[in-house]
C-alpha cells in the first residue's frame, strides 16, 4: 500500500508588483515580506526566497543589477566547474549583495 503524501501547498495572497524603479522599493519591500510570510511552506529556502525575488527584478536599475549579477554567478559556474549546484551556492551570495545595494533587510538572512 502507498504512503500517502502531503498535498502541496498553495500560495496564498498576493505576489509582488514587479520592482522597477527604486523609487517603489519601500512597497516591494512591504509586498515580498508579506508574501514570504504568508507563503514560508512553499519558499521554505534562501535559494527559493532569492530566485523568485530576482524574477520580480525585471526592468530599470533593479532589472539590470538583478541580470548583472545571474550573468555574474553563471560565468563563474562555468569557468570555475560545470555543477549545478556551484551555481546555486554562487548565486547564494546574491543577498549580501540586495542587503548592501538595495536595503531589503529582513527578507531572507544570510
Known sequence: ?????APT???????????MKQSDYEV???QLTTFFIANDAIYDTEIKKILFTLSYMTEG????WAQYR?????????????????????L?????YIYS???????ISI
Open 28 to 30: 516591494f519591500k512591504r
Open 92 to 96: 547564494s551570495s546574491v543577498p549580501l
Open 70 to 90: 545571474i550573468e555574474q554567478a553563471q560565468t563563474q559556474a562555468v569557468a570555475g566547474c560545470y555543477e549545478y549546484w556551484k551555481f546555486l551556492v554562487i
Open 9 to 19: 501547498p498553495k500560495e496564498q495572497g498576493r505576489r509582488p508588483d514587479p520592482f
Open 1 to 5: 500500500m502507498a504512503t500517502p503524501t
Open 61 to 64: 536599475t533593479p532589472g539590470a
Open 101 to 107: 545595494q538595495l536595503g531589503i533587510l529582513g527578507i
